[in-house]
């Protein structure tokens, strides 16, 4: 299994709070995912980075930001929780190829 | 727009038989195709790739045919265990150079001891 860790797995917060997801890898992979999952949704992307401090929006970006200071970290952070943003989310990693390799997930509820 | 299609939200097999998962595509663009599967309550995991220069990709008890004509792919499990119960999500790729996925809604897929 590629080294890809989610912190937390579990958070649940108050509608408007701030709050981060942290996605660490070990496997030095350039490339790195956001993704939430919903039912009847499947799997949608909401930012992605190319490198260091390379960032881009996908799908569902807006409410989200992330910022990737470091090769091994890319972080999501929803500025003001809202009870749509209630999801699964997944950090996904890629090397310079297709197949993409999942985290074991963030289960976020706001309340 | 939904680009990635998956039409049957869920398939029934027995153990030993032939699963047949399907995916439709509307983008003309998508030149790579991947299968996912996933357990409740762990990430997606991997199964098998398919390029759209070939038109069968086989791994196993799985294999992932596409047609382009059709913009269609499937994929075969071929025996169905009971492990193979899971959801199944299809995706695509338009290549460039940030290798984004699009993703189906999945199918989950249950094997029937």
């Known amino acids: 299994d590629a080294g890809i860790t989610q912190s937390p797995r579990h958070k649940v917060t108050e509608t408007g709070t701030p709050v981060t997801l942290r996605c660490h890898q070990t496997e030095n992979h350039r490339y790195m995912y956001w993704y939430r999952q919903d039912p009847g949704h499947g799997l949608r992307l909401i930012h992605y980075s190319y490198g260091v401090k390379d960032t881009d929006k996908g799908e569902v970006s807006d409410g989200y930001s992330v910022s990737r200071s470091k090769t091994e970290d890319f972080l999501l952070t929803l500025e003001s929780a809202t009870s749509s943003q209630t999801s699964v989310y997944f950090c996904?990693?890629?090397?310079?190829?297709?197949?993409?390799?999942f985290g074991p997930g963030t289960r976020l509820t706001v309340t | 727009d939904q680009q990635v299609k998956q039409n049957s939200p869920s398939l029934s097999v027995q153990e030993g038989r032939i699963s047949i998962l399907n995916c439709d595509y509307t983008?003309?663009?998508?030149?790579?195709f991947l299968w996912y599967k996933k357990y409740p309550a762990e990430g997606p995991t991997f199964l098998i790739s398919?390029?759209?220069?070939?038109d069968k990709n086989e791994d196993g008890r799985f294999t992932v045919f596409l047609n382009k004509s059709a913009k269609h792919l499937s994929l075969h499990i071929v025996p169905s265990q009971p492990g193979d119960s899971a959801v199944y999500f299809c995706?695509?790729?338009?290549?460039?150079?940030?290798?984004?996925?699009?993703f189906g809604k999945g199918t989950l897929l249950t094997v029937n001891p």
């Open positions: 995706a695509a790729s338009t290549g460039g150079s940030n290798y984004k996925l699009t």
């Open positions: 996904a990693i890629s090397r310079d190829r297709r197949e993409q390799y």
């Open positions: 398919i390029s759209s220069i070939k």
């Open positions: 983008n003309s663009m998508f030149d790579y």
